[in-house]
C-alpha cells in the first residue's frame, strides 16, 4: 500500500531528465574554493594558511562547537589564500582557495569499490568518525550528522527514516545512488542504527522510482530489521515531517524536532557517506550532483569534488544552452538562483538546474484575492498569505505566533498562487527575521 502524508501538497511536473544517466566523476578542477560554512551551525575554523600544501582528505577547518563540522581539502595541492568568496546563497564567505596539483589522498583512506560489511566498532566510535569525516545532512538541510546521532537527553530513538524520496522536480542524484550504491547504502543504514540503538530502519521512496524500490528491496530481502516503503508520488513528500507522517503515523510537534516522536531521519546520500566514513576512512570530500535542464545537451549526474566552480558542471553537461535564463542551485522548488557560475560546489549542492528564458520570468504581481490555494496545500497548515503579509509589514511578534518557523520552505505555496505573488520569498525573510530575534532572546537569558 502505498503511504503519504495527509495534509497540503502538490503535483508539479517530475522532469527527471537524468534519471537514466548513470554517475560518471566530474574531472578535477583547476582551483577549488571551499567555504568553511558548509553546515546549519557555527563556521568551522580555518587551521590552514597560505602557502601550505594540502592533500585529499586533510581538514582545512576545524568543528568550532557542537553544531558544526569539520571541513576537508577535497583535491592536493597549495593552499593559495583564504577569502571571501560568493556561495549559492548569494552572500560571500569565508573559503579556502586550493590550486589543484595532481590527486594525492590522505594516508588511510580507502578508495577502492571493495565492499566492507563488517566493523568491531561500537555506537560512540561509529559517531566520532561521522564527525571526524565532516559528515551533514545531504538531501539540502546539511545539518551536522553527529548531532542527529546524540538525541537530548530523555529523549530516545524507536526508529530511523531514510529518505530516498527525492521528491524535487528533476532532481535523480539520490536515485542514481539508490541504483548504484545500494549495498553501501544498507551498510551505512546498520551503522546509523547502531549508533543510535535502534532496531528498526524504514527506507522511504517515491513510486516513481520502480527500479530503486525493487533494488533497496532486493538488497533488505535478508535484513528483517530494515523495510522498504514505496510512497505516494506527492511533493514535498521528501519534507523530514511529512515522511514521519507517512511512514509512522506521528505527528511532529511545532517547534520540535523528529526525535521528539522518536524518529531520526538520514538522507541515502548521508548514509552513503556514513558508509564512506566508518568503513573508508574516507571525509565528506565528494558528492553526486544532478545538473539538468529541458534544453541542457546532455542531463548528467556527476561525482564532484566540493569547491569545484559550477561552471564545470555546466560544461560537462554540454554548455550553457543559449535560451537559458535562470540557473538555480537545487531543484526548482525550494532551489535559489546564482549569480554567478563561478559559485562552488558545497556539500548542501545536489543539483545545477538551467531553466530556460520563458519559463524563468516571473509573472506580473497581482493582488491577494483571498482563494486560500496557499493555505490548502501547505503541508505544515500554516497561512502563507498572512505571513507574507506580516512580513511586509515587518510585524515579526506576529509572525513567530503564526509559527512562521515551522515553515518548510517548499515553494508548494507560490507554486500554486494565480496571483503570482512571492509567497515563499517573503515568509524566508520572516523566518530569517524572527529566527535572529528568537537567537537574542535565548542570549540574554
Not at 527514516?161 to 553501501?184: F, Q, W
Not at 521512496?205 to 516503503?229: C, F, G, H, W, Y
Not at 540557473?327 to 538546474?353: C, F, N, Q, W, Y
Request: aromatic share 2%; charged share 25%.
Amino acid at each position: 500500500m502505498l503511504k503519504t502524508f495527509k495534509m497540503g501538497g502538490v503535483h508539479p511536473a517530475e522532469n527527471k531528465l537524468s534519471a537514466g544517466k548513470a554517475i560518471e566523476k566530474l574531472p578535477l578542477p583547476k582551483t577549488v574554493s571551499i567555504p568553511v560554512a558548509q553546515h546549519i551551525g557555527a563556521p568551522a575554523t580555518v587551521v590552514v594558511k597560505r602557502g601550505d600544501e594540502v592533500k585529499v582528505g586533510t581538514i582545512i577547518a576545524q568543528s568550532s562547537g557542537f553544531v558544526s563540522t569539520n571541513i576537508h581539502s577535497s583535491v592536493s595541492g597549495k593552499v593559495k589564500k583564504i577569502d571571501d568568496v560568493m556561495d549559492s546563497s548569494g552572500y560571500k564567505k569565508k573559503a579556502v582557495i586550493i590550486d589543484v596539483a595532481g590527486d594525492e589522498w590522505e594516508q588511510g583512506i580507502d578508495t577502492s569499490d571493495t565492499l566492507i560489511k563488517e566493523t568491531h566498532l561500537d555506537a560512540k566510535e561509529i559517531n566520532a568518525k561521522v564527525l571526524a569525516a565532516g559528515i551533514v545532512g545531504l538531501g539540502g538541510a546539511t545539518f551536522p550528522t553527529h548531532v542527529k546521532l546524540s538525541p537530548p537527553p530523555g529523549m530516545t530513538a524507536e526508529v530511523l527514516l531514510i529518505n530516498g524520496v527525492e521528491c524535487e522536480p528533476y532532481l535523480t542524484s539520490d536515485h542514481r545512488l539508490m541504483l548504484e550504491k545500494g549495498a553501501e547504502i544498507i551498510v551505512g543504514t546498520k551503522l546509523l542504527m547502531k549508533s543510535l540503538g535502534v532496531n528498526k530502519a524504514v527506507i522511504g521512496i517515491e513510486n516513481n522510482k520502480p527500479d530503486a524500490i525493487a533494488r533497496m528491496k532486493e538488497l533488505t530481502a535478508n535484513e528483517p530489521e530494515i523495510s522498504v516503503q514505496p510512497l505516494k508520488v506527492k511533493y514535498p513528500q521528501g519534507g523530514e515531517k511529512q515522511l514521519i507522517k507517512a511512514v509512522t503515523g506521528k505527528e511532529v510537534p511545532s517547534g520540535a524536532l523528529p526525535i521528539a516522536v522518536g524518529a531520526v531521519v538520514n538522507n541515502v546520500g548521508t548514509a552513503f557517506a556514513v558508509y564512506e566514513a566508518v568503513m573508508k576512512n574516507k571525509p565528506l570530500v565528494e558528492r553526486v550532483v544532478t545538473v539538468t535542464g529541458k534544453s541542457v545537451k546532455e542531463p548528467s549526474n556527476l561525482m564532484v569534488r566540493i569547491g569545484t566552480p559550477v561552471t564545470d558542471l555546466v560544461e560537462a553537461a554540454g554548455g550553457m544552452p543559449e535560451d537559458t535564463g535562470k540557473v538555480i542551485s537545487g531543484g526548482p522548488m525550494m532551489g535559489r538562483a546564482v549569480t554567478t557560475l563561478e559559485v562552488p560546489v558545497t556539500k548542501g549542492t545536489s543539483g545545477i538546474l538551467l531553466i530556460r528564458d520563458d519559463e524563468a520570468k516571473r509573472n506580473e504581481l497581482e493582488p491577494c484575492i483571498r482563494c486560500g490555494k496557499c493555505v490548502n496545500v501547505c503541508p505544515m497548515g500554516l497561512e502563507p498569505y498572512l505571513l507574507m503579509t506580516m512580513s511586509e509589514k515587518k510585524l515579526w511578534e506576529r509572525s513567530e505566533d503564526r509559527h512562521v518557523m515551522d515553515c518548510i520552505e517548499c515553494g508548494s505555496c507560490s507554486f500554486t498562487c494565480p496571483s503570482n505573488r512571492p509567497l515563499l520569498d517573503y515568509i524566508r525573510l520572516g523566518k530569517g527575521t524572527v529566527g535572529k530575534l528568537i537567537r537574542a532572546r535565548k542570549s540574554q537569558n
